[in-house]
């Protein structure tokens, strides 16, 4: 029998991945971060709700705490939140084998290159993911919108096999030679949304208006920053890229905004915060990018959320 998907993370897209996994008959294995969690799950009787379509369908998925099996991890999904890889990670290292691999789906970056750092004897792979999804409840997501995850390697090498699995799933992934501009086209989409999005209480269609004056200025520093970072495609490119997300997502909250919204952590330092650290290293002037950095970190203080 195949070693089975270990999907650590039980957010929107750790559920999701679950869902449309297990309606494949992939195999796969659902880690929850606390004992409540767990507990919480089980009275549920494992039961998933993926809901699409204003359809829902009951599945069956476990869920474990890391601790609570011996079972080697050979494939490893992180989907939490940027913030909490780290603390995640700590949970299932000794679980991990010599030849585990792993796929990073998180937002922004900073903790994609701390897990290399971390684990340089694995192979682990960073993905960007495009779907929609949000939840209902603790067990019920929503699936909101189809989109493309592109997935590479950036210590190099082909696609492992196992990838296929999502193929199976239903999953429309591509494989990426050179993953990093990839990521960090879209770290330059979440930063030119997510943050404004969150300021002005707006969904995403808002954002250039309500931004005003700022908007054109920060496309600019962004894309000089890109330029810094070897990602090859012009500023007028950029913007397009930017305002067709925009136009796609019109009527979505953006993450930092539902975040904001439901009084949780946001992932502000590894998007704003890794492009602002990023800008400095590169000794860049980014008047725009760093007044919006300030003055959100001060809108989450005001609100009694963590400034990072």
């Not at 937002?107 to 192979?123: E, I, K, M, T, Y």
């Not at 997300?245 to 704003?272: C, H, K, P, W, Y």
Request: include cysteine; charged fraction near 20%; glycine fraction near 6%.
């Amino acid at each position: 029998m195949s070693d089975p998907l270990h999907i650590l993370g039980a957010g929107s897209l750790g559920l999701l991945l679950a869902a449309r996994c297990t309606l494949a008959g992939v195999p796969c294995q659902l880690i929850l971060r606390t004992r409540e969690a767990v507990c919480a799950w089980r009275q549920r009787d494992n039961l998933l709700l993926l809901e699409q379509q204003g359809q829902s369908t009951p599945l069956k998925v476990a869920g474990e705490l890391a601790d609570e099996s011996a079972q080697p991890i050979r494939l490893l999904v992180v989907a939490t939140k940027a913030w909490a890889v780290a603390d995640a990670l700590d949970s299932v290292l000794h679980r991990l084998t010599p030849d585990s691999q792993i796929l990073l789906l998180q937002n922004g970056l900073g903790s994609q290159q701390a897990v290399s750092r971390r684990l340089p004897d694995h192979r682990v792979l960073y993905a960007s993911v495009t779907d929609g999804a949000w939840l209902r409840s603790p067990n019920q997501v929503v699936w909101a919108g189809s989109g493309q995850t592109l997935i590479g390697d950036p210590a190099a090498g082909p696609a492992p096999d196992w990838l296929q699995r999502l193929t199976r799933a239903g999953i429309d992934w591509r494989w990426e030679s050179d993953i990093l501009p990839v990521l960090w086209l879209k770290l330059a989409v979440n930063c030119a949304i997510n943050p404004l999005s969150a300021l002005h209480d707006c969904p995403n269609g808002e954002v250039p208006e309500r931004a005003g004056a700022i908007f054109e200025p920060l496309l600019a520093e962004l894309h000089a920053l890109l330029s810094s970072e070897g990602v090859s495609l012009s500023l007028a490119e950029l913007r397009e890229r930017i305002l067709a997300v925009i136009r796609a997502t019109a009527s979505n909250s953006s993450s930092m905004r539902q975040d904001v919204l439901a009084g949780r952590r946001t992932e502000i330092d590894f998007i704003l915060g890794h492009a602002w650290r990023s800008a400095r290293q590169a000794g860049l002037s980014t008047p725009v990018l760093d007044a919006l950095y300030l003055q959100l970190q001060n809108h989450l203080t005001e609100r009694g959320l963590p400034r990072n």
